[in-house]
């Protein structure tokens, strides 16, 4: 990992945010792309001037959809935003960063006991936000794990679990970023770059890859 952390220096997009806003930023990243999700973000600051718990708490969910349109999925991203928004407010005082001052199982906990917080979403703000050494696992870094052989199962936990058992605590953000940016420059999910790759000699993906085309290959040389 640390050749990745090297081919891709760290770019955190998380600077300069607040933990609100990273919060809400991964909410409207589900299933779209950088740009889309950056304007998702951008409409809903030209809407209402800031985001923050206390005014999208109080805004309607037909304004947010209107804000977030670029993002996709409006319609199901804006009640979650003010649910979100409207819990934040009511039990930490409208203030994230009273979560991220917890431990990070506490902090992990209170946040997935938002409404519509899930462990993924929940993983990137105590990592983005709070500094936490935890190991998202977005689609990218799943599918690296796997073919890295670092796991077999799908399961959430047990990827972030065997990745942080490989991962010393203070490199987790940066190696989660660099699996992200390799996933999408070289080790995508059809037909990765493997020869252009600088870690397949330790990749167990591009070996079974490269062991059963040489099997084919003796196989049509016998023929
Ligand atoms: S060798 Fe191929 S499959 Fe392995 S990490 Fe590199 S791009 Fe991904």
Aim: overall charge positive; aromatic content about 6%.
């Amino acid at each position: 990992m640390a050749v990745l952390e090297r081919t891709y220096p760290m770019k955190d997009w998380s600077k300069g945010m607040t933990a609100f806003e990273v919060l809400v930023s991964t909410v409207l990243s589900q299933s779209t792309t950088i740009a889309n999700e950056r304007r998702g973000l951008e409409g809903l600051r030209t809407a209402f001037g800031q985001i923050t718990p206390e005014i999208l708490a109080g805004a309607g969910d037909d304004e947010i959809a209107a804000a977030i349109w670029h993002a996709g999925l409006a319609r199901q991203k804006a009640p979650r935003i003010r649910r979100i928004a409207k819990s934040i407010w009511e039990a930490w005082n409208g203030r994230v960063e009273r979560i991220l001052e917890l431990p990070t199982e506490a902090a992990r906990a209170a946040l997935m006991a938002l409404p519509g917080v899930g462990p993924k979403t929940a993983d990137v703000v105590l990592a983005m936000a709070g500094g936490h050494p935890t190991f998202p696992v977005d689609t990218h870094v799943a599918r690296i794990a796997r073919r890295w052989n670092f796991v077999r199962s799908s399961d959430y936990e047990s990827i972030r679990a065997a990745l942080e058992r490989r991962t010393p605590p203070k490199k987790r953000k940066s190696w989660h970023l660099a699996m992200i940016a390799h996933g999408r420059a070289l080790c995508r999910a059809r037909n990765p770059r493997c020869d252009e790759c600088p870690v397949r000699s330790d990749c167990d993906w591009y070996r079974r890859v490269r062991n059963r085309r040489r099997s084919r290959a003796r196989r049509a040389t016998k023929g």
